[in-house]
């Protein structure tokens, strides 16, 4: 049920469709609620109606026929019999006394009586049974002669309490009715979060390259100012980077003829301590200057993309290193080709397996599919690296105070020239210790 909720679309699509359905049901019991009242309205009007032309009926007959009619009205639901001590009460505006007075012309006089035992007998007394109908209302009727009445009339059976048969086709109705919503509500949900999705994957692919085309200004008001603003924050960064890359690329160009001319100069040096010490000074210098450049291109992603045999990538990154007398290994396979930048891909591997070469005494390289990424694991067999600060090795020029420091001849923009080209294609670097010894940096690359 989570995973249902999970996305933006899902989310719309439920409250839509429970937002109309509900909507639906109510205004569907609201009608029926209204429908039962004026049914119940137009059943006790035709009571009220059925009574009142009993009573002119009754009045015009001889009084000497008054008692057959009276016995002959019980078939049809109206008891008449002498009002006797019957007391009036108090009616209701809406009451069946006031109805039926409301339609007899003057002369007669109609009120609500008091209930008392007897008074509704059977068929009277159907709502004392409790089978849906109202009690029955006992009527005190004075006629235009001044002949006095108690008459009980049969209550017609409550609106709120009838159940009304469902047509055969309604089932198949409602179902239609909720698939078209449901229709409906996956076309807005779509509609409403195809540019939100559009603008993410933008996002996504943006770290990857940052040359890519700017995102079409097109579609509502907001998405088109989204996307404007989205364009103008790509536009800058990728000023930022390029003003960036640049300088450090002319700091690093400009140094190597001055290094150049000084190794040239200590070369004359006569004592040879110092000129050995001044020359590696020198060389530290020049290999600072190479880094300064490695990372410079790391963060340039003008190099073409093409597809590449990963297997034979890091088989030859491995075989260069154990050319150059690294202690490496390599194994497993992915089978896989992918879309990448070769030689930034080959400085990224380069970069990792000469760390633990270095760092770690010898370098044991894994390649292996993972769901929808591909998984380069390169391992060592040093000391490890402190677990807080595994994030913050792979910042420019931060090296450790252990067997990775100074003493090694590290700049210190090894892993975070790796992780930039690793960001650039999409993927990541993660470090961890292992539990048997050692440090394990983790390549992940979507497939």
Known sequence: MMR????????????????????????????????????????????????????????????????????????????????????????????????????????FRVAAAEPGPGLCPPPFDEGRRGDGRLPCEPLLVQLPDGDRLLLVSRPPRPAGRMRPRARPDFTVQAILFI???????????????????????????????????????????????????????????????????????????????????????????????????????????????????????SLDASEPVQRLDLDSLVDSVCTDASDAGQAVSFSGSTGMSLPGRPLALRRCLTNLVDNAAKYGRRADVTVQRGPGVVLVSVRDHGPGIPEDQLEKVFDPFYRLETSRSRDTGGTGLGLAIARNIAEQHGGKIELRNRADGGLEAILTLPC
């Open 4 to 107: 249902l909720f999970s996305s933006m679309s899902s989310r719309i699509f439920l409250i839509l469709l429970g937002g109309i359905v509900i909507s639906a049901t109510l205004t569907l019991g609201f009608a029926m609620s209204e429908r039962q009242e004026m049914i119940r309205d137009f059943r006790y009007a035709q009571a009220a109606e059925r009574v009142s032309q009993f009573l002119l009926s009754f009045e015009r007959v001889s009084p000497a026929l008054r008692p057959e009619l009276a016995r002959a009205a019980v078939g049809v639901g109206i008891d008449i019999r002498p009002a006797g001590q019957a007391r009036e009460r108090e009616a209701d505006e809406g009451s069946l006394a006031a109805a039926v007075d409301q339609r007899l012309p003057g002369g």
């Open 179 to 297: 698939l078209s919503i449901g229709v409906l509500a996956a076309f807005i949900a779509r509609m409403a979060t195809a540019p939100v999705k559009r603008l993410a994957q933008a996002a996504t692919a943006l770290g990857g390259d940052m040359e890519r085309p700017p995102l079409p200004e097109a579609g509502a008001t907001e998405i088109r100012q989204a996307a404007a603003a989205f364009n103008a924050m790509q536009s800058r960064i990728r000023r930022h980077i390029r003003q960036q890359t640049h300088m450090l690329a002319a700091i690093t160009h400009d140094l190597q003829t001055p290094l150049t001319r000084m190794r040239l100069r200590l070369e004359k040096v006569g004592d040879e301590e110092l000129r050995g010490k001044l020359l590696g000074d020198l060389s530290a210098m020049q290999g600072m200057v190479r880094e300064g450049l490695d990372l410079a291109r």
